[in-house]
């Protein structure tokens, strides 16, 4: 049973840097793309970008400057990084697991982590 | 851009309901491919994959959901809505970067 687990700051003030961290749990870590989607009212689903297990990476470009994702594959994580948050990046952000073969098939997601940027 | 129509659906229990979405740009890869998905939201629930490659049902996807569609417009249907199919469905494009989604559709049972 694949599980993706997700955790990180749920509050930030403007100019702080977010910072999530998936763990995924059970399946191939190599076999797939790692995704970060956030979800607000104002932009409903809008993707963030993806990493696969080598580290190669693909950023929306309207988040691109500030976005940096990793991956540990020692233990199965991968991470988000967002620079110099506004409350426009106040959002529920979801990491999911992407089928390489079937790109866009989300097929499994974190449970979300609301995060609140606010002074 | 994906558009999708309409974006609330209400539903009688047992009729079918549909779900329309277009983008503005064709969404055949140049590998041949149509990477077209749909998504549902249930409230409280994750999110869950419905459909990928515009048709393809993914496992334990019962099989009253359907998808079909080239090009820029494509539909997802429910033969039969049962109670447990309320929820926001969203379609979403990979053919190109970024990923978008359309803007959901609300399925409710009138």
């Known amino acids: 049973q694949v599980q993706l687990q997700q955790w990180g700051a749920g509050l930030l003030k403007p100019s702080e840097t977010l910072s999530l961290i998936c763990a995924v749990y059970g399946g191939s870590f190599s076999d797939y793309y790692w995704s970060w989607i956030r979800q607000s009212p104002v932009k409903g689903l809008e993707w963030i970008g993806e990493i696969n297990h080598r580290g190669g990476t693909n950023f929306n470009p309207s988040l691109k400057s500030r976005v940096t994702m990793s991956v540990d594959k020692s233990k199965n994580q991968f991470s988000l990084k967002l620079t110099s948050v506004t409350a426009a990046d106040t959002a529920i952000y979801y990491c999911?697991?992407?089928?390489?073969?079937?790109?866009?098939?989300?097929?499994?997601w974190g449970q979300g982590t609301l995060v609140t940027v606010s002074s | 851009v994906m558009t999708q129509t309409p974006l609330s659906s209400p539903v009688t229990l047992g009729q079918p309901a549909s779900i329309s979405c277009r983008s503005s740009?064709?969404?055949?890869?140049?590998?041949?491919?149509?990477?077209l998905s749909w998504l549902q939201q249930r409230p409280g629930q994750p999110i869950r994959l419905l459909i990928y490659k515009i048709s393809n049902r993914f496992s334990g996807v019962p099989d009253r959901f359907s998808g079909s569609g080239a090009g820029t417009d494509f539909t997802l249907k429910i033969s039969r809505v049962e109670a447990e199919d309320v929820g926001v469905y969203y379609c979403?494009?990979?053919?190109?970067?970024?990923?978008?989604f359309g803007q959901g559709t609300t399925v409710e049972i009138k």
């Open positions: 999911a697991r992407e089928i390489i073969a079937a790109r866009g098939a989300f097929d499994y």
């Open positions: 979403v494009q990979a053919t190109q970067f970024p990923r978008t």
């Open positions: 740009q064709s969404l055949v890869h140049s590998d041949g491919n149509t990477y």
